[in-house]
């Protein structure tokens, strides 16, 4: 009964997981107008999400292409394959370069507000002792 629970990380990140897939699916919808169906099936779990209330939509799995013409199906492998695509193993030098300018230009700035508010507090002080000499 006690002790520590081999399985809570895995629960965790399940969760953690398929809470952001169902709100990324719900403003998908709301902010694009996409229409979305969502199914998720694990041992925790059996989810379904559809933007529409309508019973005919989605059509059937194998009618999907003959109503969407030019559907871009991915599966299991093919989605593994385009993610380590899109993801760079390194991040460029010139990102870094660039990245590390804008952070100086802010922090100058801040430096620059940050002076600019302390010399006006000074002299707001100023007046306000001298006023009650």
């Known amino acids: 009964m006690g002790g520590p629970d081999p399985h809570k990380k895995a629960r965790i990140q399940f969760k953690n997981l398929s ?20 199914f998720i099936e694990h ?18 799995d194998g009618l999907l292409e ?6 871009d199906r991915k599966g299991f492998k093919d989605m593994q ?13 010139e990102w870094l370069s660039a990245r590390r300018e804008h952070l100086c230009g802010l ?8 002076n600019t508010k302390v010399q006006q507090d000074a ?3 100023t007046n306000v002792l001298e006023q009650n000499s």
């Open 107 to 114: 922090e100058k700035l801040y430096r620059l507000h940050w």
């Open 19 to 38: 809470n952001t897939l169902k709100s990324k699916a719900h403003k998908l919808s709301e902010k694009c107008g996409a229409r979305v169906y969502l």
């Open 43 to 60: 041992e925790r779990e059996c989810f379904v999400y559809k933007s529409l209330d309508d019973l005919l939509w989605p059509p059937p």
């Open 81 to 93: 394959t385009s993610a380590s695509q899109d993801e760079p193993d390194h991040v460029s030098q």
């Open 123 to 125: 002299k707001e002080e």
């Open 66 to 71: 003959k109503y969407y013409n030019g559907l």
